[in-house]
Structures are given as C-alpha cells and as structure tokens.
C-alpha cells in the first residue's frame, strides 16, 4: 500500500440537516426527501439507492410536505403557504403557486396523480388539478376550524380524511362536505390536554389509521364513526405514518427515535380474520422520526439526527445480497469539499458559507501510526458569505489557491485570493458572464488557467481566467444527444487536453479542450455514475458507479482498456460490491501509475492493477488487520484492494503529493453534540 504523511482534518464543522418528510414514487423507483433547511433530495432505488439529484435548500422556503403527482412530477407545500413544483433536469423550483390558505402543513396526491389536495392553517382542505406545465386551484372543501396537519385520499380517490387537533374528518370529494367527524379522544375519560393527530392513512376498506401525540396509533371504521383498534406504542408522540402499497404493512416513528412495524396477521393459522399486530421495533435514530415511508421491499424512516435508514423486509427478499444491507445516510453522495494541492488549503462548503483553511505541518518524522507534533497549525484564512437566502449549489479552489469560485441558484461569484506573509486579501472578480447560471459543478484546470462550469442541459462553459483578477468566455459544450439533464460532475485532465462531464441521464461526454469538440461518449451503463478522474499519466478515464463496478476507458483510443476488460470478465470481489456506501472521490499518484486512490464513507482504498484481483475466497481485510498476520499469510492475501479503515466518516481524501494524504473526517458524535436534546427516556438501572 505504500506509507504516507496523513494530515487528519477534523475541523471541518458540517451539521447536516434533519429529515423533514419523504416520498416514494408510487410504482416507481426513487425516494425524495425534505430536509429542515429547504433541500429537496432524490434516491435511486435502482442504483442502489444513490443520491442521484440535490436541490439546494432557500432561508425562506420550508418544505413540511412532499409528493409525486403525474407519474414523475414532484410537487412539495410548506409553511410559506406556497405550492412547489420542482423541475429534476434543472435542479431548482419549476414553478409556485399561493395555496391561499396561509402555511400550509399538509399535502397529498390521489391514487391517478390527478389532483392535489392540501391541508392549510385557515382549517381549509383545498383541490389543485395537475395540468401540463403546472396546477390549476379547483375548488374549496368544507371549512372547519383548526389546522390541517396530515391528509390522505381514499385509494378509490371518492374521499379524503384529514386530521387535526382532537379530531379527524372525513370529505366527500364531490359535494365538498363533511361526512364524518370523529373525536380521537371520545373514549378517554376526563383528557385534560390537546390530542394532536400528526398522521394519517386512508385504506382501501374504509378503515382510517392515526398516529397521535399520545403516542396512540389508532384503526377507526369511518362510516360509523367507531374506534376498532387502538395500540400505544410510545410515552411520547407518534410523528409520522406509512402504508404499505398492499396495505398489509404499517411503519410509524416516533419523538423518542424508535420506529416500528404493524402488520396485518390471522388471528390464528388458517383464519380468515385478521387484526393489526405490532411485529417489529427498530431504534435507528436519536431524535425525532419526522417521516417515514414504505417501499415493496423496505422500511424508511428519516429522523432530525439527519440520518436516513432504509431496513430491508428480509421476508421480502429472495436471497441475501446488496439489497438485503441495512443503510444509513447521513453525509450527502457528493463532495462538500476541494483542495488546492500546491497551496495545501482546503475549501469547505456550508449552506450559506464557504471556509478556506491552510492545512498545519511538521517537522518530525516517526513510525506507523504515530502522531506526530505540529510546528504549524491548521489555520482558518477566510470565510466567504453567500448573500441572500439561496443555499450554495457548488464550489471549488483553484490548485495553486488564487481562486475561489462558487455559484447559487441565480448568482455565480469568482474570487481573487492573494498571499502577502500572513494577511489574505480576497477581491471579488467584476462582470463575470452571464450565461453561466445556473452552475452545478465547479472544477479548476489543473495548471489553474481555466474553470469549467457545468450549466443547465448539459452544457459545459469553459472559462479562461486572466491576471491579475478576470475572466473570459473561451467556449460552451453541448452534448450531442440535447439532453436536458444537468451535469453533476466534471473531470479534467493534467495535461489540459481532455474534459468528462456527466449528466443526470448518466451519459459521461468526452470534449477536447485544444480543439473544442465532443470527442466520444462512454458506452452507457445501467447505474449512477457516482465519481470518475482522469489518470494524469495515460488520459484513462477510471469510473465508479452506484452498483459498485470499476471501469477504466482509454479516452484517446475510444475504448475500455485490457485491465477493464479483465475486471468485468473475473468479477470484483462480492464483499466490494455489498458496500453500502458510493465512492464519492478518485485520484492517482503520478510517481505510481499502476495506483488507483478512491474512497467512500467508511473505507480508504488503494487500488494497485500491477497485482491480481481477489476471488471470493479471499478476505478483503482492513490493512491493520493483516499487518497482525504472520508474514506467510500475509503473503497469501497479496492482492489488488488495500484497505484502510482508520478514518471514519470520511467526506474527503486526496494526495497532496506522493507521500502526502490529507484525510476529512466529520465524527458522528461531533454532529450529535450540536443537535438539540432528544427527548430522556428511563434505561434499566438508572
């Protein structure tokens, strides 16, 4: 594997977001997320549920609701009392509506994605007909007081129930009227406290299921108005609720972090009678459970520890595999963070700011695993706020440090950084072009001569930058095939002669930077792309994707190269590919060729092609472990993956030089100690 100097970097302060609601796509294959800043995600089910599409969050923009209408049109409603809908080509805010009703907590589509019904402040239900190129208000339901917090349609689309506080109603969609009114706590004796209905679901046999901040999850027969079941799963509230698209399946969360599962079981075996059975409990979370949502195959649930976890119904599955791993998504499958090799800064990137550091040195040397004194620290030389309350979409610092460049939905900013001793003067560059918003992705030239801006439908400008602080428009790629998806990620090479860019229809586009023509494509491939480099040495293309295959194309002969051809023909090992986390960044040592550097969340890899590929029988071993090997064994684990797993989570790993790593690390622990308190609960002996 090679020793390295590692700068370990935990300085970097990241606090994700937390987990507001989410959505599946009715029979379909993607996940979207809200989270609490305004950010709207969308996981690939098929890619292994890859985070395939980030709509950066807006200061004035809450999302307390979100759903698919129309087949793949994704609509979402918060409380500044506008309808959403969002375009997933351009990754932003296609169009709003004012629902007229003041904040609006609630919002659900009906079975043919026809309509949307919202839930709003003013105690209103209200009726939007989905239409090409936007929604059209329909009509008002009938007005009661108090706040709509959750809505459901009834699968056959004739009804609609919605809860509130202390009560749940339920509407005729074509008169407009109340039909039923319930009172959720009508049985309880002498209830001197509001009972909150924070969820509910509407099955197709009529039966409306609740979840309450009595920590109640309640089964009632709409017609007659009566109580059938009623289980309390919690001391504290029942957040959030989902049906299983059979409806023999019910997963809940909870204000305490706990999760769990109803299923609907015979009473005794062979019976026909069937009753709701608590089945299975799961305490993934810290804090609030604030969504769930139930796929065919899975249980998902999203918590304000900003964890998304996605636990497999092994009953479901028809062998173990990649699809049967527990996953936990806490950090975003991109990078939040550059750096300037030769200047040895890191830039990281926040919602609103951007932090440039200078990395600490030393001056000792030592043995593996030591820690060595820093006659340096690491040192914080600028922060760059982003005005307005638009989120940051990209960022990037130049490789020699003189330049910072980041972008927001409507503005792109370019800064000049200079060094004088220990002061940092930061001028911002005036008249930058037009054209180049919106900007997705940010990449530097190697010799930081040019700037690459991925745009909207696949463009791609390049930018020339000029002494002492400027910029000139050189010229724009467009990919041949016209999509309209945006480009998420962008690879130059060293010797300034190539450009890969990919889209979010996952075609990778190779452009000549000498002549400024589309030189090939790379043959499409079924899975997210999720991090590819271009090797600085040969100009081969080396491609991670979501399902966790390498590949390595030669971009002057149009080709996969021989060892490519080799790993696709003797498989990667099957502890490689059951990874549940995406390789987020790929880099090379110039001083070895034969070395390939890559990363995901929990791992370090040094891939070395001048040695044989493991087969299934072999152990892909952390390197600490093998180094406690007798040499002999040692010897008979000789193969290609040289695994560390020392730093964890890592959100960033590049070489520096040929023996300098830096490593970003975001602990965990650090992100739960800035959370707010979760709520204390009572352990056995305490």
């Known amino acids: 594997m090679g020793e390295f100097e590692v700068h370990r970097v935990r300085f970097f302060g990241l606090v994700p977001a937390g987990v507001r609601c989410l959505a599946c796509q009715p029979r379909g294959g993607r996940l979207a997320l809200a989270r609490t800043d305004g950010a709207v995600e969308v996981y690939n089910f098929a890619a292994n549920y890859f985070q395939e599409k980030v709509i950066p969050g807006h200061e004035a923009r809450s999302v307390e609701a979100l759903c698919w209408a129309a087949g793949e049109r994704l609509f979402g409603a918060g409380l500044g009392g506008d309808i959403t809908e969002y375009d997933?080509?351009?990754?932003?805010?296609?169009?709003?509506?004012?629902?007229?009703?003041?904040?609006?907590?609630?919002?659900?589509?009906?079975?043919?994605?026809?309509?949307?019904?919202?839930?709003?402040?003013?105690?209103?239900?209200?009726?939007?007909?989905v239409v090409p190129g936007g929604i059209q208000f329909e009509r008002n339901l009938d007005r009661r007081k108090g706040r709509i917090l959750c809505l459901s349609?009834?699968?056959?689309?004739?009804?609609?129930?919605?809860?509130?506080?202390?009560?749940?109603?339920?509407?005729?969609?074509c008169s407009g009227r109340t039909v039923q009114r319930i009172m959720v706590n009508y049985h309880v004796q002498k209830v001197k406290r509001e009972c909150i209905v924070w969820s509910i679901a509407f099955l197709s046999s009529g039966t409306v299921v609740t979840s309450d901040s009595f920590g109640r999850v309640q089964f009632w027969d709409w017609e007659r108005g009566t109580l059938l079941e009623s289980h309390t799963v919690s001391t504290s509230a029942v957040l959030s609720l989902a049906v299983s698209e059979k409806e023999d399946s019910i997963v809940v969360g909870t204000s305490t972090g706990a999760t769990y599962q109803f299923q609907l079981l015979p009473v005794k075996m062979g019976s026909l009678e069937k009753r709701w059975v608590r089945t299975k409990p799961f305490q993934h979370h810290t804090h609030d459970v604030r969504a769930v949502a139930h796929s065919s195959t899975a249980l998902i649930s999203g918590g304000l520890d900003a964890q998304l976890v996605i636990r497999p119904l092994m009953e479901k599955m028809q062998k173990k595999g990649y699809d049967a791993v527990l996953r936990k998504f806490t950090f975003p499958h991109r990078r939040l963070v550059s750096c300037a090799r030769k200047a040895r800064l890191l830039l990281f990137q926040f919602s609103q700011h951007l932090e440039?550091?200078?990395?600490?040195?030393?001056?000792?040397?030592?043995?593996?695993?030591?820690?060595?004194?820093?006659?340096?620290?690491?040192?914080?030389?600028?922060?760059?706020?982003?005005?307005?309350?638009?989120?940051?979409?990209?960022?990037?610092?130049?490789?020699?440090?003189?330049?910072?460049?980041?972008?927001?939905?409507?503005r792109f900013h370019l800064y000049r950084v200079q060094y004088e001793g220990d002061s940092v003067s930061v001028k911002k560059v005036p008249k930058v072009p037009k054209l180049l918003l919106p900007a997705y992705q940010l990449q530097f030239s190697s010799d930081s001569d040019s700037l690459f801006v991925a745009s909207a439908r696949g463009s791609v400008h390049v930018l020339q930058l000029l002494e002492p602080g400027g910029c000139k428009h050189l010229h724009t790629f467009r990919p041949p095939s016209g999509s309209p998806e945006a480009v998420y990620l962008l690879a130059s090479s060293a010797d300034g002669h190539w450009l890969a860019a990919v889209g979010g229809d996952w075609a990778i586009h190779i452009y000549n930077l000498k002549c400024f023509k589309h030189h090939c494509t790379v043959p499409m491939y079924s899975c997210a792309v999720t991090a590819l480099a271009i090797h600085p040495v040969t100009n081969n293309l080396v491609i991670a994707y979501s399902d966790q295959q390498l590949f390595e194309f030669s971009i002057p002969t149009k080709q996969y190269t021989t060892w490519s051809r080799m790993v696709q023909n003797c498989g990667l090992h099957k502890v490689w590919l059951e990874r549940d986390s995406p390789i987020t960044h790929i880099t090379f040592n110039p001083k070895n060729p034969s070395h390939i550097l890559l990363h995901d969340i929990y791992m370090f890899c040094v891939l070395d092609k001048s040695?044989?590929?493991?087969?299934?029988?072999?152990?892909?071993?952390?390197?600490?472990?093998?180094?406690?090997?007798?040499?002999?064994?040692?010897?008979?684990?000789?193969?290609?993956?040289?695994?560390?797993?020392?730093?964890?989570p890592l959100l960033f790993a590049d070489l520096l030089d040929e023996n300098c790593l830096v490593m970003v690390e975001r602990p965990i622990m650090d992100i739960k100690t800035q959370l707010p308190l979760p709520i204390q609960q009572k352990k056995f002996g305490t």
């Open 88 to 129: 997933l080509a351009r990754l932003c805010v296609a169009r709003s509506v004012d629902g007229c009703g003041g904040p609006i907590w609630s919002m659900a589509a009906n079975s043919s994605g026809t309509q949307l019904a919202i839930g709003c402040e003013d105690g209103s239900v209200k009726l939007f007909q």
């Open 356 to 410: 440039l550091w200078r990395l600490g040195s030393t001056e000792e040397t030592g043995k593996d695993g030591e820690v060595l004194p820093l006659c340096r620290m690491p040192e914080h030389l600028v922060q760059l706020k982003s005005k307005g309350p638009e989120h940051i979409y990209c960022s990037s610092v130049s490789p020699c440090g003189s330049w910072v460049a980041y972008s927001t939905a409507s």
């Open 611 to 648: 040695l044989p590929l493991p087969d299934n029988s072999a152990l892909l071993m952390n390197q600490s472990t093998l180094k406690q090997l007798p040499e002999t064994a040692r010897q008979r684990q000789l193969h290609a993956f040289k695994i560390c797993k020392k730093f964890q």
């Open 153 to 173: 349609w009834h699968p056959s689309d004739t009804h609609i129930a919605a809860g509130s506080i202390d009560v749940l109603r339920v509407f005729d969609v």
